[in-house]
């Protein structure tokens, strides 16, 4: 049995293993945690599950401690570029950039190139790199997250499960939503996939009222505003998560009938949808690409106290659509969510 010690609390199972025992590869923690090895105080464990200071792991027998450790992660002068052009604000504490779609925020089994890893050209003369303290879809743009320490990934950790920090999406979808103003509380539960893997594994809303009868289902709410509208054909809406689950902007907006453009693992890939509201494609010239961005992010800086709000600029394809249909970024509030905004 290992003791999670003071200072390694509050992270996940699979970061902590990874610290320990640096010659154990994810795949086998991964391995290790399916298959019971691993238990968190007596229990199974999963390697996101976050552990607290003073728990035991039970950990099985590993390779050879004295092998040669993982050599660090090369990042190729075009990644390392991309990732340092991305970077739209950095101080000693804190990084963020601004993702490009299609870049996962972290590694899976079938995912190798990731910010995660890339993260390796963010070091900027430190030692460590930086280290993710929240996520975004892979085919979501926008505000990305990332603490220089231990210690700002600690409490930047603690204010976003707190929901202390502020997230403001921007998404073109099909259809207009009415009333134009109003907040979503379908509750999600994960909908098992086709496959050995689990491929297609999607969440799947249901009425409020059934979430605290039904196995696996999470209370979800989503904040939505729409700030311009194309002949009731398209809309360009803002969404605040006010909670932080799976998929959740994308199956909320699928579940009112106006799934996000471009999202065909929730609004199919036609035009029309017929018996459940728009499908999630514009057709003609527009992009067939998820039309999600998160645009700004607003937190209380863990080192200094002062509000800091960060904002990233529309991805090529999202900005043509906006080209094509007239929306202008200054035609809208920051946040249109505040009295008088508009």
Not at 7 to 35: A, H, N, T
Not at 116 to 128: P, T
């Amino acid at each position: 049995m290992v003791e999670i010690a003071e200072g390694e609390g509050d992270q996940r199972l699979d970061r902590w293993f990874r610290r320990r025992f640096p010659q154990v590869s994810q795949g086998r923690i991964e391995k290790m945690c399916r298959k019971g090895e691993v238990r968190l105080d007596g229990g199974r464990v999963k390697p996101a599950t976050r552990v607290a200071e003073g728990q035991s792991v039970r950990v099985p027998p590993l390779p050879d401690t004295s092998a040669p450790l993982p050599k660090r992660t090369t990042v190729s002068d075009v990644d390392a570029e991309m990732m340092q052009n991305a970077v739209i604000f950095k101080d000693d504490h804190i990084i963020a950039l601004n993702k490009p779609p299609g870049l996962p925020s972290q590694g899976g089994s079938k995912q190798t190139r990731h910010v995660d890893g890339l993260a390796e050209a963010l070091r900027f003369g430190l030692d460590e790199k930086p280290r993710l303290v929240h996520r975004l879809d892979k085919d979501t743009s926008g505000v990305l997250l990332m603490a220089r320490t231990r210690a700002v990934a600690n409490a930047l950790t603690k204010a976003f499960r707190a929901r202390e920090t502020r997230k403001i999406y921007w998404a073109a979808v099909a259809g207009a939503p009415s009333p134009a103003m109003g907040t979503v509380q379908f509750g999600l539960i994960k909908a098992p996939g086709h496959g050995k893997g689990g491929e297609g594994e999607k969440m799947r809303a249901i009425h409020p009222r059934e979430v605290d009868q039904t196995e696996g289902a999470k209370h979800a709410t989503t904040d939505y505003a729409v700030l311009s509208s194309l002949a009731g054909r398209a809309s360009w809406v803002a969404l605040v998560p006010v909670t932080g689950r799976t998929h959740q902007l994308r199956a909320h907006m699928a579940a009112l009938g106006h799934p996000i453009v471009g999202d065909g693992k929730y609004g199919g890939s036609g035009q029309e949808n017929l018996g459940d509201g728009w499908g999630a494609q514009l057709g003609g010239e527009f992009s067939r690409k998820l039309h999600l961005h998160a645009r700004s992010l607003s937190i209380t800086h863990p080192v200094t106290g002062r509000k800091v709000t960060l904002v990233a600029q529309l991805p090529d394809h999202i900005q043509r659509t906006w080209t094509m249909l007239d929306w202008h970024v200054s035609d809208v509030p920051a946040d249109p969510f505040e009295e008088d905004a508009f």
